[in-house]
């Protein structure tokens, strides 16, 4: 649905700002906390799983070189985003069932109109290629290296259609119900209002991402606002959803070609 459209009463319907049902900002920030702490459990047990099947072959004085091969292997990186998916949805529904509201409201998962599909990819394409014309000028990579070495385990562990499943669908359903969803909804009705949360949750997102350096730190925090505004717009996660699925498939992909030429 498009909430600009005044022709689609369902959309164009505000959500009450005075509901009891909502977490306001100290409880939103909490549960964030708690979000975060699930997923990073989540994703920490898959990281746990593979240091033990080194079993004794790991000591006090190889431990840290052990977890740091472990944490940069495609395998592990792609199982960890995907194992912080349920995780992260059962904080989610816990918070949610607290306030006693439905998860799918609660969290906008509603459909969208083809409109704003449409512009949201053309919005999200002139952003990225804006960014990859100013890493081309000023000589810097266009894609984090870190992405071509995750690649390269992937590939030789067979696992790259596992990488992509993971980059792809599992990691933007968890980041999108997590900032655009839950963040989002819960800011949005207090002194922040919209603007004001669409900020604030892009910074937290962005934060999910320090593997990056601050260039692409900034190119996140940016795709942020974007997916931000477009969840206000079409009072749609789902449509977050796919956009950031669509985004990171390009960065999968355009990693792929460049790794390969």
């Known amino acids: 649905m498009d909430s600009l459209n005044p022709e689609s009463p369902i959309a164009a319907e505000p959500l009450s700002t005075s509901s009891p ?50 944490v940069s292997h495609g395998l592990t990186i792609s199982l960890s985003v995907i194992t912080g998916l349920p995780a992260v949805a059962l904080a989610l529904w816990i918070a949610i069932r607290i306030k006693g509201a439905r998860f799918s409201e609660y969290l906008a998962l509603r459909g969208f109109s083809w409109r704003n599909l449409a512009i949201g990819v053309v919005a999200l394409f002139i952003l990225v290629m804006g960014w990859d014309a100013l890493s081309r000028a000023t000589g810097r990579e266009v894609e984090p290296g870190f992405m071509g070495d995750v690649l390269k385990t ?38 922040l209002r919209v603007p004001g949360a669409i900020v604030l949750s892009s910074l937290v997102w962005t934060g999910l991402h320090l593997q990056y350096n601050w260039y692409f730190l900034g190119e996140v925090f940016s795709i942020g606002l974007l997916l931000g505004y477009l969840r206000y717009r079409s009072n749609s996660t789902w449509l977050t959803i796919i956009l950031h699925g669509l985004n990171n498939l390009a960065a999968v992909v355009q990693t792929i070609l460049l790794t390969s030429s």
């Open 154 to 191: 992937a590939r030789e562990d067979g696992a790259l259609w596992l990488l992509i499943l993971a980059f792809c669908v599992a990691a933007p359903i968890t980041e999108e119900f997590f900032a655009r969803g839950f963040l989002y909804r819960g800011w949005s009705e207090t002194f």
């Open 21 to 70: 049902r909502v977490w306001k900002f100290w409880g939103t920030a909490f549960w964030g906390f708690v979000v975060f702490a699930a997923m990073f459990l989540g994703q920490l047990a898959v990281v746990g799983w593979f240091l033990f099947r080194q079993g004794g072959a790991i000591d006090q004085e190889t431990f840290g070189d052990a977890v740091r091969h472990v």
